[in-house]
Every structure is written in C-alpha cells, then in structure tokens.
C-alpha cells in the first residue's frame, strides 16, 4: 500500500514565501509524474505544476514565474516552492503520484489528503 502525505501548509501575509513537502511511502517500485493541485472554497480543483520523472516541469498560467516544483527521488519527495504569494492563491492543496508498485503491473494514481495554504493580511 502507498499513501501521499502533504505538509507545510499555514497562514502566511500577501507577498510572502511557503513551501509545501509531499512525502510518498509504502511499496514503491517505481514515482513516475508528480503533480500539485488546489481547490479553492467553492471551486473547482485546478492543476498548478507538474514535474516529470526526467524533470521536466510545467505551470499553471496564474502561478508561472512565482512557483517552482521539485523533486527528490530518493527520498520519494515532491515539492512546492512558493513565492510572492497573493489572496488567490489560497486553497487546500493536494499532491498527487503516478506509481507502479511492482514492476509486472500497471501503474495508479495515488492523492494525499491536502493541507491548507491561506493568504491573508
């Protein structure tokens, strides 16, 4: 079994910086793509970034330039750096893991369960 475990989410004042930890565990064969999304209060769940395993990463347009995504391999970990922080940006955010837990068998999609980011002076 594998589980997402999501952390580093507060209360932070406009303009500010905070970064998200997504931590993966249990049997892992292999951590394909990465992903952060967020849901806003009333909103729909939107896609923010994207990592790949070879590294490449992709933005969302509203947080292009503002955030950057990573990853330790090792450690079986995704980050969100978070910069220049606004009002909208406030959501719960969720990490999400394409993984293959053998090498015989298809791959799944795996969520954690979110921690909250709010953007307030």
């Known amino acids: 079994q594998v589980q997402l475990v999501e952390s580093g989410g507060d209360l932070v004042q406009p303009g500010g910086s905070l970064r998200l930890s997504c931590a993966a565990s249990?049997?892992?064969?292999?951590?394909?793509?990465m992903a952060w999304y967020r849901q806003a209060p009333g909103k729909e769940r939107e896609l923010v970034a994207t990592?790949?395993?070879?590294?490449?990463?992709q933005y969302a347009d509203s947080v292009k330039g503002r955030f950057t995504i990573s990853r330790a391999n090792v450690e079986n970990t995704v980050y969100l750096q978070m910069n220049s922080l606004k009002p909208e940006d406030t959501a719960v955010y969720y990490c999400?893991?394409?993984?293959?837990?053998?090498?015989?068998?298809?791959?799944?999609?795996?969520w954690g369960k979110g921690t909250l980011v709010t953007v307030s002076s």
């Open positions: 249990g049997s892992i064969f292999r951590l394909n793509a």
């Open positions: 990592i790949a395993s070879g590294g490449t990463t």
């Open positions: 999400n893991a394409y993984i293959l837990t053998n090498w015989y068998s298809t791959g799944r999609n795996y």
